[in-house]
């Protein structure tokens, strides 16, 4: 069955990095547009990045441009998301999924999510 494990999460103070992992199983990795999502306490879920399934093609929300990056390594079946110059604002859980298109960046074009991984930078 489809698997996404996300991890790389931790508590950080404002300006420090962070990778976040997904490791995917269950399907052809290769074959999908991977992105990933953040939800903070009382707030939507929000797009944060997805990445084309050879990795050519990356978007990002409007508020992540500049300091994150998405990259995805295919041979690993991994998706990664690398978070510089953290704010307290990018506190939440981080989700990845797998994309139904290669243009989503709503969570309903998305059908598989994994658990989370929290990201907390206080302020």
């Known amino acids: 069955q489809v698997q996404l494990v996300e991890s790389g999460g931790g508590l950080v103070q404002a300006g420090d990095s962070l990778r976040l992992s997904c490791a995917a199983s269950?399907?052809?990795?290769?074959?999908?547009?991977m992105g990933w999502f953040r939800q903070a306490p009382g707030k939507q879920r929000e797009f944060v990045a997805r990445?084309?399934?050879?990795?050519?093609?990356?978007y990002y929300g409007a508020s992540m441009k500049g300091r994150f990056t998405i990259s995805r390594d295919n041979a690993k079946n991994t998706v990664y998301l690398q978070m510089n110059s953290l704010k307290p604002e990018d506190t939440a859980v981080y989700y990845c999924?797998?994309?139904?298109?290669?243009?989503?960046?709503?969570?309903?074009?998305?059908?598989?999510w994994g658990q989370g991984t929290q990201v907390a930078v206080p302020s």
């Open positions: 999924a797998r994309s139904l298109n290669e243009w989503g960046s709503s969570p309903r074009e998305y059908d598989y």
């Open positions: 990445i084309s399934w050879r990795g050519g093609s990356q």
């Open positions: 269950g399907f052809t990795f290769s074959s999908y547009t």
